[in-house]
């Protein structure tokens, strides 16, 4: 035990005897090497300042030996959110969060299939599929233009993040304007139909063809987003029913080069402000990405908001 200086067998304000004696508990004379830091500095300094620098030590000493772990030693951010990331905490498998607006909800159009106007292709073996060029079932007929494939992208607008296990059925008309089930000479037909599920990333992705552009309305893509993969294809609740415009430029190429018979004359007819889907805002939300040439086709990409 490390000795103890016999402080209060001396009068109050008496100072230490040069010879004083050390004791232990018992009373017993401790050895020189055993009486402790205080002993030590008594004998370069006078009992004033090593007991001030003793105290001083003692305070760093314990504040060292009780503070908690720090965020710096552990190597753990005071925030509760992992550095490196925005992503929120609720977020972390589904990318980062994102601004994004609202696409507004506009017409299916006369030619769904979707079992509110005749047809339902909905409920058909074949239906869900990435390849919506060919026609599936009784007729195995390939719809012919300007390759393009073309994703979507869903997030929610409360929170920005994408959203994955929702579903997305598409559908669009042909290089002549036509639309599979429906329009003369194609009733037997069901291409450029096709449902996915949106995957880990919200995204879906349909390889087709460039739409031609018909009488009244702008080169346009429409799509139905349900709830999940079940819900689409056993008409269940719809979440969202929209289209996406194709750019000028790239419809121009396309139409100038390519058999799409009356379509550079029906785009020259119209305008994104001046149709009737997308003229209340010139289709802002709606207007794709498409990046390509008419040799080798084309990829559009949209993120949508819902």
Excluded at 120 to 137: A, M, T, Y
Excluded at 234 to 248: D, E, F, N, V, Y
Excluded at 249 to 262: I, S, T
Aim: proline share 6%; with cysteine; glycine share 12%.
């Amino acid at each position: 035990m490390t000795g103890q200086p016999a402080a209060d067998r001396r009068p109050s304000g008496a100072t230490r005897p040069p010879q004083e004696q050390w004791l232990d508990a018992d009373g017993n004379v401790t050895d020189e090497e055993d009486r402790g830091l205080v002993y030590d500095l008594e004998t370069l300094f006078d009992r004033r300042t090593a007991l001030g620098l003793f105290g001083a030590a003692g305070v760093g000493l314990l504040a060292a030996c009780t503070a908690g772990p720090s965020s710096e030693a552990t190597g753990t951010p005071s925030s509760a959110t992992p550095s490196g990331t925005n992503e929120p905490a609720t977020g972390a498998t589904t990318g980062d969060s994102v601004s994004v607006t609202e696409v507004p909800d506009e017409t299916q159009g006369p030619y769904p299939a979707d079992g509110s106007n005749g047809a339902n292709v909905l409920d058909d073996s074949g239906i869900v599929r990435s390849d919506i060029r060919s026609s599936f079932g009784a007729s195995t007929t390939t719809a012919e233009g300007v390759p393009l494939t073309f994703s979507l992208t869903v997030r929610d607008v409360a929170t920005g993040l994408v959203m994955p296990g929702l579903a997305v059925y598409a559908w669009h008309c042909d290089a002549d304007g036509k639309y599979s089930l429906y329009s003369d000479g194609v009733e037997n037909e069901n291409y450029l139909r096709g449902v996915q599920e949106t995957s880990a990333q919200g995204t879906v992705t349909f390889t087709s063809i460039f739409p031609a552009c018909y009488s009244g309305r702008w080169p346009h893509i429409h799509f139905e987003v349900y709830e999940s993969l079940a819900n689409a294809t056993s008409a269940g609740r719809i979440l969202k029913t929209s289209q996406i415009a194709l750019p000028q430029e790239v419809c121009e190429a396309v139409y100038g080069r390519a058999d799409y018979p009356g379509s550079t004359a029906n785009l020259s007819g119209t305008s994104l402000t001046r149709d009737n889907v997308f003229g209340e805002d010139g289709g802002i939300t709606q207007l794709a990405t498409v990046t390509g040439d008419v040799s080798d086709g084309y990829v559009s990409t949209l993120t949508i908001g819902i």
